[in-house]
């Protein structure tokens, strides 16, 4: 548990493990952000190209400029979290309780979203397989049933501990991140016009002219989702380990944006209907392998947002805000905790 | 999941709660800047008003979506409750205790501790008290020692736990109030760490043993020395709501609330990880309320034929003691 300072060392190991328990929501974002935004409308330059560029710039403004540069900073001897921020400052002002409980009781049903999208996001994909394209689409009970399946699984292996694969997460987020830039390069490397949408005015023209465009705004800030559970997780891992890391998958994920956007305009048709981009852009005969690292990436994601969310409780109850329950130790990952009432509660409501 | 049955549908919600922890951040980092790091107001506010727009815009295209998912936000809200009212709670309950100066008292512990006459009900007891200064005690935990059943103990011992600002901080101070006999020991932990306040205290009398700090004087010491360590008894105490509170209807509801969440919670003694040892419960109501005016009148008195009224009591040492003292 007592894990004090952790502004470890830069190594290549310390870099791989940052990979794997900090950037698992925020570098699933792919699988359902795109097809969040264009959802429902007519496929244009202008659509496509705001999008693009309204992501680039909330991923520069709310998460390079505002997490990994300026809130990192807002340390409490290491850690990092809503919490751990109200313990630095609660001493200024008594309402500032108001702002934490808030912000704490939002991440924890996040904590309870995030697993059914991610995975069901992930499990969809097997939709463009020709051989299941009959059985699997979204919605549909199969689909339904795997993604349950698979969630049952994660939190039952809770009570194990998960010391036992945690030395996994690492790799398995560096083959996801790989395959994003790929996948991403190869089709701008197709369509090199989309490079044009890093300029801020795509974005502006989508909020200001397009019809409805400021309320895509909702689906654009999904890309930013698991800022907050990076902050949260920080203790883990070390300022300088996130920060490096951060150059690499900010990278990954723009360039496979872009991917999906030049994929759009170039070959999307009219309407993108009940596909997903993430996974059109994928040939036909790597969709199987690129469907189960993506939905191996979304399980480590959950596990690590689960783990935020069981730090969390343990915080409020240790604050007063949450009665005392029983807590359960079983392995420990560098102070993140685990416990199964909470699992079984959020195994239920993910249901 | 099976609610939702798509992926699509949870995305609205999902970037709504997000964007709300992001606006709370935000507060909070406002806080912290301006405070902690000291920056220049114009910079704080300059910040804050990007971010802000930035969320706050978000949280609009947002807020609409979510309007159609009621269950997720009645599940938030629930949460919320609980936590508001737990926090609320504990600041209401606090105002209601009573601290004395412990020093007053001192002496009489000491002389109650080494009352051979009365049973003893301890080696070490250990009260848990919510004084910050040592010097402090709760009025009601020395009405438990002295003005119920007598509690006779070799040491007393009263605990405070104190959270610290830092998560994971694990020191412990002691205060000898009267040697060996009344002691203060305070837990400063952090706020990550669980209070396994068992645990802690033995392994601080295992520390005094060893630096022979703590000395027994007792007479039978060959017999006592083998559970010097074992032999502790937790005194907690349990508020109860008293019918004679007078409190504001919002106190009266957050109060309520709190006691029906307490049914369900842990209680203190497993939570502290206590349940292995002799804990006694003791019931307390929150608000003890001046006697009422009773209109009881006597309407006889009688005696075995042949007495009289008894002498006034006279204690050990020859000293008249008020009655009903």
């Not at chain 1, 979304?298 to 029983?326: D, H, M, Y």
């Not at chain 2, 609009?60 to 949460?79: C, D, E």
């Not at chain 2, 305070?186 to 601080?204: H, M």
Request: overall charge neutral; glycine content about 6%.
């Amino acid at each position: 548990m007592g894990n004090p300072h952790k502004y470890s060392k830069v190594t290549a190991a310390s870099l791989l493990v940052a990979l794997g328990i900090i950037y698992g929501d925020i570098g699933t974002s792919p699988l359902y952000v795109f097809k969040a935004i264009v959802h429902g409308h007519l496929i244009s330059e202008q659509l496509i190209y705001g999008g693009i560029s309204c992501i680039v710039w909330t991923l520069t403004l709310q998460t390079t400029f505002k997490y990994i540069y300026l809130t990192l900073q807002a340390d409490n001897r290491g850690e990092g979290g809503v919490f751990s921020l109200y313990a630095l400052v609660r001493r200024y002002g008594k309402w500032l309780y108001i702002p934490a409980i808030l912000g704490a009781t939002t991440l924890l049903a996040d904590g309870v979203i995030q697993p059914p999208i991610s995975i069901s996001s992930a499990v969809e994909g097997l939709a463009g397989v020709r051989a299941f394209s009959d059985s699997i689409s979204p919605g549909n009970n199969l689909t339904i049933g795997i993604v349950i399946v698979i969630i049952a699984l994660l939190f039952f292996f809770q009570r194990f501990g998960t010391k036992v694969v945690g030395f996994a997460f690492g790799p398995i987020m560096l083959v996801w991140f790989s395959m994003l830039f790929i996948l991403g390069a190869v089709q701008i490397a197709d369509h090199p016009e989309v490079l044009k949408c890093l300029n801020p005015y795509y974005a502006y023209d989508l909020l200001t002219n397009y019809p409805g465009g400021f309320w895509l705004l909702g689906a654009v800030f999904l890309c930013t989702t698991g800022a907050e559970a990076l902050y949260n997780d920080m203790g883990h891992c070390g300022l300088q380990n996130i920060r490096r890391t951060w150059v690499f998958v900010k990278i990954a994920l723009l360039t496979n944006y872009m991917g999906q956007g030049a994929w759009l305009i170039a070959s999307a048709g009219p309407e993108l209907g009940e596909r997903n981009p993430f996974y059109a852009i994928m040939p036909q005969w790597f969709l199987l392998i690129g469907v189960g690292i993506a939905t191996a990436a979304a399980v480590v994601a959950c596990q690590a947002v689960i783990s935020g969310s069981f730090t969390l409780i343990n915080e409020a109850i240790t604050l007063n805000f949450w009665p005392r329950v029983k807590v359960k130790f079983p392995t420990e990952i560098r102070g993140s905790t685990s416990r199964a009432s909470t699992g079984s509660c959020s195994s239920v409501a993910s249901a | 999941m099976l609610y939702f049955k798509k992926s699509s549908a949870m995305e609205a919600v999902y970037g709504f709660f997000i964007v709300v922890a992001m606006l709370m951040t935000s507060t909070l980092m406002f806080g912290y800047l301006k405070y902690v790091r000291r920056w220049h107001m114009a910079l704080v506010l300059l910040l804050m008003a990007v971010f802000f727009s930035l969320e706050i815009s978000n949280f609009i295209a947002n807020a609409v979506k979510i309007l159609h998912q009621p269950f997720l936000l009645i599940f938030v809200f629930a949460l919320l409750a609980v936590m508001f009212i737990w926090y609320r709670a504990r600041k209401i309950t606090n105002r209601f205790l009573d601290f004395i100066p412990l020093t007053n008292h001192a002496k009489a512990l000491t002389d109650l501790s080494n009352d051979k006459e009365i049973p003893k009900f301890a080696t070490h007891l250990v009260y848990l008290t919510k004084a910050d200064r040592a010097t402090s005690v709760e009025k009601q935990i020395i009405a438990s020692i002295m003005a119920k059943k007598l509690k006779r103990a070799e040491i007393y011992w009263f605990v405070h736990v104190n959270y610290t600002d830092e998560p994971y901080t694990m020191e412990y101070r002691v205060n000898e109030l009267v040697n060996d006999k009344v002691i203060r020991v305070d837990f400063d932990l952090g706020f990550r760490v669980q209070p396994r306040i068992n645990l802690l205290f033995k392994r601080v009398l295992q520390e005094l043993a060893e630096n022979q700090e703590l000395v027994f004087s007792s007479k039978y010491e060959s017999i006592q020395k083998s559970d010097f360590h074992t032999d502790i008894t937790y005194v907690l105490t349990e508020r109860v709501m008293s019918v004679e509170n007078e409190l504001s209807l919002k106190d009266d509801v957050i109060l309520d609330a709190y006691f029906a969440l307490k049914q369900i919670a842990l209680n203190d003694r497993d939570a502290f990880g206590l349940d292995e040892t002799d804990t006694v419960i003791e019931y307390v109501p929150l608000l003890i309320s001046e006697p009422a005016h009773l209109p009881l009148k006597r309407k006889a008195m009688l005696r075995p034929a042949g007495t009289s009224l008894p002498e006034k009591a006279m204690d050990r040492d020859g000293h008249m003691e008020q009655r009903g003292e």
